[in-house]
DNA sequence: AATGAATGAGCGTTCATTCAT
DNA sequence: AATGAATGAACGCTCATTCAT
C-alpha cells in the first residue's frame, strides 16, 4: 500500500516540476509566445510527457496560475486571524505582499498580469482563468478587513465597504508595481523601495480613515 | 520637389490607413492573434503592400502604440498651458484621462497594457516599447504640474514631484482600470464610474496636500 | 483583361496540378496514411501551398473523389443517347467501364473504394462523400437504360428497374475488381480478362432478361 | 509439462482477450483511428501488456482478420460435408453467409473490406493480410462444391471451375454490400433484404446451370 | 508602387512503442 | 508476467515574410 502512495506522491511531484517549469517559461516570455517544447526543455522531460499530466497547454496555464494565486492567499492566511485592528491588519497585508512581490517577482508579476487580464482581448479561456484568480485573490480577505475597520468605526462607512478594499488592493498593485518597473528612477530620486512604500501606506489610508 | 513633397504625403497617408487598420484589428483580437492577413483586409490592401510601409509586424505594432499614446498626450496639450492652480489642472487631466477611456476603450487598455509591459519580460521589443511609451506618457505634463504646484505651495514638497507625479498616473490607470474591469460590482454596490472617480479624486489629491 | 482570365486559367491549372498529385498518393498509400508533406513533394510545392488552393487535407480528398467521379461519368455520357436498345447500350457501358478501368486503374480503384465506402466507420466526411459519389455515379444512367428496356419489353419488369440497376453495377464493379485482383488466377486458368468480361455480360444480362 | 501447457494455454485465452477487445475497438473505429490505448482500455489490460502478445499494432491487425476469416469459415464448415447436391449446397452456403452477416455485421464489413483491400496499394502489410484472407477464405470450399457440381453435371464444364467460384464468392459479397449500403433504397422501393437476396439466388445460379 | 502566390519554420497535439520497475 | 510512465517522431495546419511580376 506504501506503493501505491508513493506512486501517487512521485506523480504530484512530476505535476509540481512541470508547473514549476512552466511558471519560469511563462513569465518569461509571456503565454502565447512559450511553446511546449520549451516548457519541455525547461522541465527536462519530452513533450510528450507535458500531456500525461496536463491535457493541453491551456490547462498548463491554468494550473500555473492557481498555484500562483494559492501561493499569494496562503501567505497571507495568518492576517485575518491576528489580534489586530483593521489598520494594522491592511498594514499587514501590504507588507506581506511587499515581501511575497521581493521573494518571488516572478509570481507577483504573473498576478498583476492577471488581474488586468481583461484588459488583453484575450480569446479562449479569460472566464476560466478570472475565477482562479477572483478565489485566490486576496481581495476578500480585504473585504472582511474593511468591514471590521467600519465595525470598529476606524473606516469610513459612507464609501462600501467592498469599494474600498478593491480600491486598496488596487492601489497596492499600482506602487509593487511602481516599484518594480521604475527602479532606475527611484534610484534616481535617492529614495528606497521601503521609503515609497510606507508613504504610500501613509497615503491611502489617511484616505479611508473615518 | 513638390512632386517629391506630395509623393512623401501620400506615403504618410497610407501608413495611416494602415495603422489604423492596424489598430482595429490589434484591439479587437489582441496583438498575438491578429495576422498580418486580417491587418491587409481591413486596410483593403494586400499583404506584401504593408510590408512596403512597415519592416515587420513589430514595427508595426510599435507604430500603433505610438500613435495611441500621443493621442492620449495630444488631448492632454491644452492643460498644462491653462490658467489654473496646479489643483485644477490634476482634476483636469484626470478628467480627460477619463473622458479619453470613455471615447476609446480599447486605446486606453492598449496604453494601460503597455504601462504594465514590462511586467511580462516580453521577448523581443520590450525596450523600444518602453522607450515609446515613455516618450508619449502624459507623466512628463503630469510632473511639470506638480512641480508647478510645490511652487504654489499646494502640494507637499517632502516628497519628490516626480515620485508623486508617477505616483498619481499609476494611481489614475488604477482606477481606470477598475471602472472599465469591475462594472458589474460597481453596479452591485449601485454607485456609479462617476461616484467612483470623484472619490478617487478627492482621496489622492488628499494625500499629496502641503 | 486577359490578364485577369489568365491568372484564372494558372490558378485552375495549378488546382489541378495538386488534386493530380493528390490522387497518386491518395491511391498509393490511402487517405489516412497520406500526409500532406507527401502531396505537397508529389506536387513540387511547399506544404502552405496546398491550403492556398485547399482549405484541409479532407477538402483535397473531396476534390480528388470528385473528379473521378466526374472523370468516369464523363466518359459515359455519349451512352445514352446512343441508338441502340437497352441492352446494347448495357453492354456498351460495361465496355465503356472496363476501357475506364484500364486507362485509369487507379481511379477505378478509387471509385470501388468509395462505392463500399460505408463499410469503413468512416469518421467525418462520409455522407459528404457519399453524395458526391451518388451525384456522380454512373447508376443514375444504368438506372434510366433499365426503364428503357422495361419500355422496350427486352427487361423483366417483376423487379423494380432501380434495383436491377444498382445490381447490375455492383456486378459489374465486382468483375473489374475480380479482374484487376485475381490477375494471377486468371492467368493459371489459362484465361484472359476478355473472356471473363464477356462470360459476365452474358451470364447476367441473361438474369434480367424478360 | 502440465504447467508449461497451462501457462501455454492462459497465453492463448489472453491472446484470445486482446484479439476480442481489439476486434470491438477496430470494428467500431476503424483501424486506423483506433489507438492501442482504446484496445487497453477494452481489454482491461495495460497497454505495454498488449505488447507482451503481439509485436505491433499490424501484428494485432492480422490477428483480429485472421479470426474473423476463420470465424466466417467455420460457419460453413458443416456444408461441404451435407448429403446435397451442389446446388443445394451453394444455396446453404449464401444463406450461411447472409447469417453471418446478418449475426456480425462489423465482421462481415471487414472480410468485404479485406477482400477489396488489394485495392489500395497499402502500406505496409497488404501482402501479409492477402495471404490471411486467401488462406481463410471460403471461397476453397465453394471451389470445391462447383467441382462436385461440374461432376454431377448439374454446373456447366465450359467454364472453369475455379473462375465460377471465384464470380458466385464475389457477386455473393457484391449482393451483402449491396443489402448492407444501400438498405434505403431497398426501403424505398418496398422489398425485403430477403426478397433481394432470393433473386440474386435465382439470377446467378441460373447463369452457371449447365 | 502594388500585388498575391509561394514559402517553410514552427505550433499544439497524438500515439505506437519502449523499458525500468 | 504486467505495468504505466516516458518517449519522440509525426501530423495537420498557420502565418510572417519574401519575391517575381
Redesign the interface.
Known amino acids: 500500500m506504501g506503493v501505491a502512495e508513493r506512486k501517487e506522491r512521485e506523480k504530484q511531484k512530476r505535476k509540481e516540476l512541470i508547473i514549476r517549469a512552466a511558471e519560469k517559461v511563462f ?4 503565454f ?2 512559450s511553446t511546449m517544447d520549451d516548457i519541455a526543455e525547461e522541465a527536462e522531460l519530452s513533450k510528450g510527457t507535458l500531456y500525461l499530466y496536463f491535457k493541453s497547454k491551456e490547462d498548463l496555464h491554468i494550473s500555473v496560475v492557481h498555484k500562483v494565486g494559492s501561493r499569494l492567499k496562503a501567505s497571507m492566511m495568518g492576517i485575518e486571524n491576528l489580534d489586530e485592528d483593521a489598520f494594522e491588519k491592511l498594514v499587514s497585508m501590504g507588507r506581506a505582499t511587499i515581501e511575497f512581490a521581493n521573494k518571488f517577482p516572478d509570481q507577483m ?1 504573473s498576478i ?2 492577471l488581474e ?1 487580464f ?6 479562449y479561456s479569460t472566464s476560466q482563468l478570472k475565477d482562479v484568480i477572483f478565489k485566490d485573490s486576496p481581495v476578500g480577505i480585504v473585504i472582511r478587513i474593511v468591514e471590521q475597520g467600519v465595525k470598529e468605526k476606524l473606516i469610513r462607512a459612507d ?2 465597504a ?2 474600498i478594499a ?2 486598496l488592493w ?2 497596492m ?3 509593487v ?2 516599484v ?3 527602479s532606475t ?2 534610484k534616481m ?1 535617492e ?1 528606497t523601495p521601503v521609503q ?1 512604500y510606507e ?2 501606506f ?3 489610508l ?3 480613515r473615518s
Open positions: 513569465f518569461s516570455q509571456g502565447e509566445r508579476k498583476m498580469l488586468s481583461e484588459l488583453q482581448q484575450t480569446s464609501i462600501p467592498p469599494l478593491h480600491t488596487m492601489q498593485l499600482s506602487v508595481r511602481f518594480s518597473t521604475k528612477l527611484i530620486l529614495l515609497v508613504s504610500h501613509e497615503l491611502v489617511n484616505g479611508i
